[in-house]
Structure formats: structure tokens, C-alpha cells
């Protein structure tokens, strides 16, 4: 596992050397032309073929770059963290994340306030966007707090489980300014797929795809999971909380 890190390390070290040597070169290399332009012999002028010549090597330079930077992110594919994720298929993970998913009528979230409230908000929100519940809760104090949600709106309908949802959190002090929160929620399930999406490494949990980085658990799956993927049964409720 580390030769494949240091491996893709190296190869991008060395393409972000080559950049930088290219760099320098290129800025030499119009410093030098301009000159030679501002002081050719009128009746002898630089030779335009030479010229056109030598700036497409420096674009063909250039190109071969984009063409290792492609394979330095094939290399990265390939490194220990897509094998790590490939080697949690069929696992039982928990992962921490803006999201939470709703099982079992609940979800859960921790949230942190940097200092001390007179008014703290909770608005539960879908993929959408939407704000399906307000909460005012009671404990307005600095620090870590965690908050369940029961899965109902603001006008008491239960929302259907496996949806995620996120929380934002709004407190202010006396004078109505903003105080610094931060929330997380966590998602359990039994991890489905593995994915490389936009240079990271993704595993998806029913279906909630979520980071690699973000897993912070990992256990063998319940019996019951084990019987669900082994009779074919769908178990989109049952592998994220």
C-alpha cells in the first residue's frame, strides 16, 4: 500500500517540477523572442519559420503535460484509498457528514455553538432545499449539543425514511448578532459502491454517496443485511441512518 502512495506522490511531484520548469522557460523564452524582434536586422528579419518552429515545441510541451496530469489521476485511482474503499463493500460503516439519514422515524445530528445564545434555530432541510421543520430548542449554552429529529414536518406528516436531510443551525445573542455553529450528522448503513468522482474517492451507503475521508467506522454488516443481499431483497431502508 505505501509504494502505490509514494508512487503517486512522486509522479506528481514531478509533473508540478516540470511545470514550474516550463514556466521559467516559456517566460525566458518571450523575453528573448521580443527582443530578438525589437532588434533584427530590417534587411535581414528573423526567420518566421524558425519561429513558428519553436513555439509549437513549447505547446507541444505543454499538451504532454495535460496528458500527465490525466495520468497522475489514473495513478491516483489506483492508489491505497481506492483500494481501501473497494475493501469496504459489503461493510457496515458510519459515516460523518452535512447529511443524516432518516430510519426508523429518526435522525440525528451534532452541532456546536462558539459561545452562548438567546436565540438558537434548527430548520430541518431536504435535498431540495426545502425546510420541512423549525425547532427552537431550550439549551442555548456554548458547545457540543446533538439534536433527533422524529422524522415529522411542521405540520406533524411523517417523511418517508432513506430521504437525507441536513440541519441549519441559526443562534444570535442579545443584540441580534450572529453567533459561529457548526453541525454534523452521521449516516450508518452497509456500503453498496464505490465510485472516483472530481478527484475523490467515493462510497455510497444505500443511496447516499458520501467521501472516503468521511468514514469514521467500520464494522462487519448485520446478519440481517446479509440475508436481504443474499435473497436479492432492495436495502435502500435499512443501510443508512
Known sequence: MATAVNNSTSVIDKINNSRNSLANNEQTFLKLLTTQLKNQDPLSPTDTTQMTSQITQMTGVEQ???TNDLLAALVGMND????????????????ETDSSVLKDNKATWSYTQSR?????KIEVVDKYGKTIRTVLPDDMSTGSHTFEWDGKSDAGVAQPNGGAYTIKVTA???DGT????????????VVTAVTYENGKNMVSIGDVKVPLDSIIGVTNPPASANNDNASGKDNSDTTAT
Do not use: F, H, Y
Not at 491505497?80 to 459515516?95: D, E, I, P, R
Not at 452562548?116 to 438558537?120: D, G, I, L, R
Not at 459561529?180 to 448503513?189: D, H, L, Q, Y
Open 80 to 95: 491505497s484509498g481506492l483500494t481501501n474503499a473497494v475493501n469496504m463493500m459489503g461493510k457496515q460503516v458510519t459515516a
Open 64 to 66: 504532454q503535460l495535460v
Open 172 to 174: 444570535t445573542d442579545a
Open 178 to 189: 450572529k453567533i459561529t455553529t457548526t453541525s454534523k450528522g452521521r449516516i450508518e448503513g
Open 116 to 120: 452562548s445564545a438567546t436565540a438558537v
